[in-house]
Every structure is written in C-alpha cells, then in structure tokens.
C-alpha cells in the first residue's frame, strides 16, 4: 500500500495527487479517505472520479487518521497494490429494498473467485437501513472472509453525497470492495453497563419510539440525568449523549452500541444503526482509560490474529463520537492503537466488522483496527 495525505482539502491539490499515484506502475486502484470539512464540489468530484484512469472509491467522513494523528481537514490517498472488485448497493434507507437480492446481484461475478480475500464495506452512515444491509451480507457471504468498514457523512446529519465510486460521489448507497488481501480483524470498544436491561416497546429502523412502552426520549432522559448530574435537553443533547450510548447485548461478541444522535418530534431518539424492536438495551458509560485500553485491545486482537510473516499495515475504523468522547486524549488512543504499527484510516458514522469467525455488525463508538500485509 502506498499512502500520500493531501493536508489542504482542495479539489485541484486532490486532483494533482491523484495524478501522482495514477502514474506509479504498482498500484491498480486508489482508495480515498477525504474529510467533510473539504467541502468539495459535488459535480466537479465526480467528474474527477469518473475521468480517472484508476478506479477511485472510498468516502468522505467527519474526519481522517494519518501517521497515528486524526485530521478534519485533507484527504488521504491509499494506492493499492491489488485490483479490487467493486460493487454499488443503492437505495439504502429504502423501506422496500431487498438486500439478499441486491447484494446478491452485484457480487454474482465474485462467486468463482479464489484466495484470501478482505471485504472493505463503506456506507452512508446517515442512512435508515444500514443494519438491514449487514445481515444480508453475512447471510450471503457467511465467515469465508473478513469485513471492515464504517459510515461515512457529517457531523451535521444532513445526508447528503458521500460514498465515492468510478461512477461519482453518491448518496444512500454502499460500496463494497472485495480486496484480495489478507487480514485479520480487532473489534473492541470499552463501554461497560450502568442500567438494567430496558425493553424497545416501539422501533422503526434507526428510530426509537419508546422504551419500557414510555416515550423513549423520557426514559433515557432520566437514567443520563441520575448518572451525570446534569440536565439533558434538546438543545445540548449530542453533548451530553456522546457519553451515553445504548448497549445490545449479543453472544460470544462485543456489546453491539447504538448511538443516540437527536430528539425527533420531542420524544423520540434517533440513533446511527437500527434497534430492534423488542430488543433490549443498556445505558452504557465510559470513561477516557477505558476507551484507550480498548483500541490498545483491539491492536492486540489483530496482531494474535496475524498469521503471516513481514511488516503489516494498520487500517484504523474508530468512531468519531470517541474523538468527541476523548478530546486531546484521541492522540493518546491512536499512539496506543498505532504502537507498533502506525496506522491509518477514518473516524467514521458506525463501523463494519467480522474477524472471519464471529458475526459480522454494525457497531457504534467502536475501534476496528485491520492488520494488512505491506506487500
């Protein structure tokens, strides 16, 4: 892998890199992580990224890791010493949407393909059905390889453009790029319960109705306000939310956390991810030690998982709700994640794991960190 960051943000500097790595005989496809700070030009983006001789995918997130340091601002470029196989999954907040059939569709060229191989699945995180997604492609792809991945968008939960593809920058969609590549996958996040388990007595997809058959904003409301001291309204509620994510409870697997992002018609809670109803849930609570010790976790998870000699690079899928959690301690979250290896990557909207043996989520305020072979 070949990594060149662009620290300005600007769509002509964007341009000239990519005319850099276009030129290296090495690499067969480019894979790109910009920062929604850029503020890049729609159209003129996708004519960039339809003009390219390289296929060009990736997407554009509330911020970037580069060098074991996060950015908001500049775009990182990662060419890839393998041809990746690229499939699009539009219409995902689609209530009608079949993803079996979708996925099924896009990926039927894949079927006689051999060898290791890494699905890299990027979405856009402010969509409806994400989780809907993620089933479908463990019920088709099974624990035959490993995912990682996450959401991309803004911190202003508009939706809007931003999963790039040889097509152009879209909105409501996934791309999945299988990259036959080795890897092995660390999952953790380091959120423990302070709540007994509450019931989701109403639910449509990402939004939360009620909780225990009361208004689910007035539930939550009181368990955050018994445990911080502080008075939750609608006006501070991402502030005082970000520490305070629900928690579904899942077998031989990591908490899977759900988190809340606003106050929808003054008593519903939307969350990043779907919430089943009839699920239950826990209030989750951290602090910045137990946050750190869990990315330090996760590098630990995919280096036991390594299984191949030689040097190894780091892919880094954390949360931006942590940087917002942790503050200046993010460095120290990335130097403990990039001890060894110095990592790369994006503060995402949900992230997508599996380590080729459990099953394959949709997670929120979670570290993923994947190990890749150099070469």
Known sequence: MQLYFEPTGSLAQFALALQTLNRSDDLKAILVLGCDHNDWDTQKLSQLLRDNPLPVFGGIFPQIAYANTNYAQGTLLVGLPVTPDLAVIEGLSDPAADFDQHIEHATAAWEDLDGPATLLVLVDGLASRISSLIEGLFLYFGLDDNFIGGGAGSLSFQQRPCILTPQGVLQDVAILARLPLYSSIGVTHGWQAISEGIKVTSAQRNLIQTLDWEPAFAVYKRLVEAHSGQELREDNFFDLAKSYPFGIAKLGTEMIVRDPLKVVNGSELLCVGEVPEGCFVKLLNGT?????????AARDQAKDGFKQPGATAGLFIDCISRVLFLGDKITQELQAVGRETPV???????????SGHDYLEFYNKTSVLGLFPTR
């Open 344 to 354: 790369f990557g994006a503060f995402t909207l949900g992230e997508i794991a599996n």
């Open 288 to 296: 910045s030690d137990s946050l750190i010790e869990a990315a330090a």
